[in-house]
């Protein structure tokens, strides 16, 4: 029973979750009340299959500058409970049959949108990272794939919607993943990845962190534009995201403290929008 937890830290559950939720908010919102729950079954499955594998080969990846962080230094493959070899066969197992899924039930559009998130998160943000500040920024591509995917599963199309999506996940994402760097600021400067906190100092990224919500909170008005959400959509949304942006106002004295709470709320922000969107054809 220990092993099977190891293993299924390993694929980062929390991630998993969150990429299945905004997969499952993009389906609903595209499918406007008529729900194909067969397709819905598959496409969930797929996504969380697909996103595990490549949590797995990230664990493989990282797992020396895990080693260097205190958040992450008692992983599986860091302490060794978990034998590398065994690691990749796992992300092989979970990678083929998650894209199995999808090409067998989904179309080749949401294929397409798995592969980009992949390789964007495996190879393209794996070595960004550890290069540059804009890494996360990079990064941000895989993180948006899941919502657009789930929209592409029902449209089979990249409208404007969907091209909204994605960027109203890139700028959630920034403000999310710049304070997570900014409360483990410590973590990250023992592990020598030259985040944005780590390079351009703390105030700077508090700035970065407000300029992207404000940039969300314009996005998600502007979805409210294309027809596909009502008012409550709107006025909701508004208001979390207006609450979420006066929160990041406050004053910083501690930026460690404040980078957590811009974090928390972030998460908060995250679940009411992909609420929104799976209600939307309910809601005027």
Known sequence: MKLLGAYYRLAKPGIVYGNVMSAAAGFFLASRGHIDYWLLIALVAG?????????????????????????????????????????????LILGVSGFGLLIAYINWLTVAVGIIGYVDYVVVYGIAKRKTAYGTILGSISGSASLVAGYTAVTGSLDLTAWLLFLIMVFWQMAHFHAIALYRLDDYSAAGLPVLPVRKGQQSTRLSIQLYIF??????????????????????????????????????????????????????????????????????
């Open 47 to 91: 996504i969380a299959l697909v996103i595990a594998s490549a949590c797995v080969i990230n664990n493989y990846l990282d797992r020396r500058i895990d080693a260097k962080m205190v958040r992450t230094s008692q992983r599986a493959l860091v302490v060794g409970s978990i034998p590398v070899k065994n690691a990749l066969i796992y992300a």
């Open 215 to 284: 940039g969300f909170i314009i996005l998600t008005v502007l979805l409210a534009g294309v027809g596909k959400v009502g008012y409550v959509y709107l006025i909701v949304m508004f208001m979390v995201g207006w609450l979420w942006f006066l929160a990041s106002l406050k004053p910083a004295n501690d930026y460690s403290l404040w980078a957590r709470h811009i974090f928390k709320l972030s998460l908060i922000v995250l679940l009411v929008f992909c609420l929104l969107l799976m209600l939307s054809s309910y809601l005027v």
